[in-house]
Every structure is written in C-alpha cells, then in structure tokens.
C-alpha cells in the first residue's frame, strides 16, 4: 500500500447494488465500475484516489452484503483485513458512508442484520464519523422517499442515529461535495474490527462484527433446522397417509377378489347343477323312449299271434311281412333317436 501523506480515508459500504460504486464516481469523477446487472459489481476493497475541496481523498468501495453468490462472512473477511492492514500501515479513517437505496420497495429484513454488523464493524467510538446516508432521490417521488427515510429514522436507524451517526440524502454531486467536505473536517477515527484485529490481535469470528455473524449464522441454521425438521414432519405424515390410502385400496381389491372367487364357485356350481339336471331330463326322456320300444315290441308280438291265426298261408305270410316291416321302421327311428342321446349325455 502506497499513499500519500496526508491522504484522508473514507470508506463507503451498504448491501448490494446500493450505489456505492456510482457515488464514488459521481464525487471522485474517476473512471469507477458501476454494476450494470442484479449480481453484485464490485468484488474486492478498490482505493478511488480523488481530490475534494483541496483535499487529497482515497475513497474505498466495498464489495456489498447481502450478496446472493458470496456470504456476509467472506465479504466481511475481505473488508475487516483489507481495513486491519491499513491500520497497520498507520492510515485512519475520516468517514464511514452507510449507503441505503431510498427506493428500495421493502426494508428487506437483511437490512436490518447488515446494519447490525455495520455497526459492531465500527464500534460506537466511530459514530461521529458515520453517515448513513439515502440516495437516489433524483429517481423517486418526494413524499414517498420522505416516508422511506422516516421509517428508517424511526426504525432500524433509529438507535445508531441516537448514538451519533449522522443522517443525510443526496440527489447529485453538489450534496455529495457538502458531505464529504464535512466528513473530511472530523479527527479520523479507529474503527472497532481495526483495533481488535490489528491491536489486540484477535481472529475476525472473535470480533464483535464476527460475532455478529456467527449469531446471524446460528440463527440462520436453527431457522433452516426447524424448516427442515417441519418438511420432515410433513414429508412423513404425506407418507403414513399415503400407506393408509395404500393399506385400504389393498383390503378393497381382497374383499373384491374374495367376492370374484365367490362367484365363479357359484357359477360353476350353477353350471354343474343345470347340466345334471339336463341330463337327469334326458335319462327320463331316454327311459320314456326305452318303454315305447318294449311296447312296440310287445305289439310285434301280437301282431305276429294274431297273423299266424289266419288260415290262408299267403294272408298269413304277407300279414307277418307286415309286421315284422313295421317293426323295423319303427325301431330303427327309435335307435337313431337312441344314439342322438348318447352324443349328447355320452354312452352309460
Ligand atoms: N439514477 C441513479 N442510478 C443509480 C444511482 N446509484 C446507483 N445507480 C444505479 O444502480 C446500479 C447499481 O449501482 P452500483 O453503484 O454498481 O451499486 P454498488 O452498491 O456499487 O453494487 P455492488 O458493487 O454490487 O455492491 C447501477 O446501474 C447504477 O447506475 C443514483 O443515485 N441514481
Ligand atoms: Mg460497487
């Protein structure tokens, strides 16, 4: 690190596309990259060297909290060292700008822990030197960016405000000269994470900005635990639904199937009734026709008596013919209907 004598520090932090790099440009009139999309822009501490009333300034944009792609903790790492070595370098800070984007539609509640760990980074001793200021008025309608503000002093600023912090709003350069002439006027200042890092030696989760952390960590995790466990508990009362609904669909399709085999025993037997009786029919029917071929015979017979009574041999002969030509047919019309039975009810 190579600076200047006499060169005064001011730092500029805020959650993410706040503005910090665009304000920096605005005051320093340096070529600074501003973000052009909703990802954070700026990933590392950049010294912006600027002259301000007479000045020489070296402003420090900071990579932003509340970035989606890298925790708090790395972005407070990279500051708290970055503000550590220059504090063993022998640099002190002038200023320190918090700055809050008076658009934002809802104070998001990462606001509220940001400005949190803003404030154990600085420590109370550094509040003179704290500006936490609004911008963007230039884009918003007065009124409501009056209401914004009010809530902020009434809120979440509130306590920092009463400690010493200083409030302020910018629409364009000119507010901006006026508030970093003032800035550059205070005695500079230790900030709390420089002294615990740098003098007393302790390791950024010992700090009271890295503690800060660990808390919003922790309740970060019983947040994600309890979470968890309530998907867990639902997950599993989804699941001893689902076995229920499983479990009655099941005794269902037994009963069903139970019933199904009912029935085609019943069938069968059914069956098996009406073919027994069909057949017990044409037994009868088969024992009817057995009789009348017994009476045809019986008939034969007597036809046969009497024929042989007649005297003249011829009549004799021809009335036996007769009889026994009658016979015939008639038996023979009984046989086939015999055997038509037996197809059907198979031989005894
Ligand atoms: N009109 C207007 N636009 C602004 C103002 N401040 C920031 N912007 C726009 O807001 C966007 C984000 O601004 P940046 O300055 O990159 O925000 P940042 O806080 O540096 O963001 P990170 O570096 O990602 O943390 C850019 O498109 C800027 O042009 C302002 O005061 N007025
Ligand atoms: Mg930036």
């Known amino acids: 690190m190579t600076r200047e004598k006499g060169t005064k520090i001011v730092i500029v932090m805020g959650i993410i596309g706040a503005g910090k790099s665009y304000l920096i440009k605005e005051i320093s009139g340096r070529d600074v990259k501003v973000g052009h999309s909703l990802g954070s822009c700026t990933q590392d501490v950049e010294e912006v060297r600027c002259q301000i009333d007479g000045q020489s300034v070296m402003i420090l944009d900071?990579?932003?909290f509340d970035d989606t792609n890298r925790s708090d903790t790395e972005v407070l790492t990279d500051i708290a060292e970055y503000l550590s070595s220059l504090y063993k370098a022998g640099y002190r800070i002038s200023g320190i700008i918090y700055l809050h984007n008076i658009t934002d539609t809802r104070m998001r509640g990462s606001s509220l822990k940001?400005?949190?760990m803003f404030a154990k980074l600085c420590g109370?001793?550094?509040y003179r030197n704290v500006v936490l200021l609004t911008g963007r008025w230039d884009t918003i309608d007065q009124a409501d960016a009056v209401?914004?503000?009010n809530d902020l002093k009434k809120k979440i600023w509130k306590e920092y405000l009463d400690a010493?912090?200083?409030l302020d709003r910018y629409w364009d350069k000119n507010d901006l000269v006026r508030i970093f002439k003032t800035i550059l006027q205070k005695p500079p200042v230790v900030l709390d994470i420089q002294r615990e890092m740098a003098v007393e030696g302790k390791a950024l989760d010992k700090t009271a900005a890295g503690e800060q952390v660990n808390i919003e960590l922790s309740d970060l995790k019983k947040k994600f635990e309890s979470e968890l466990a309530e998907i867990d508990a639902s997950?599993?009362?989804?699941?001893?639904q689902m076995r229920d609904q499983m479990d009655e669909e099941r005794l269902k399709l037994q009963h069903k199937l139970k019933r199904?085999?009912?029935d085609k025993l019943m069938m069968v037997d059914q069956h098996r009734r009406v073919e027994e009786a069909s057949k017990a029919g044409m037994l009868e029917q088969f024992r009817k026709l057995e009789q009348k071929r017994e009476e045809q015979r019986v008939e034969y017979e007597r036809e046969l008596e009497r024929a042989m009574t007649e005297k003249d041999e011829n009549l004799r002969e021809s009335a036996r013919l007769d009889a026994l030509v009658k016979f015939n047919r008639v038996q023979r019309s009984y046989r086939n209907e015999e055997q038509g039975f037996w197809g059907i009810i198979g031989q005894p």
């Open 62 to 64: 900071t990579p932003g």
């Open 114 to 116: 940001n400005m949190q």
């Open 124 to 126: 109370e001793k550094s």
């Open 147 to 149: 209401e914004k503000e």
């Open 164 to 166: 010493g912090c200083q």
């Open 235 to 240: 997950y599993n009362n989804q699941i001893m």
């Open 260 to 262: 199904l085999e009912t």
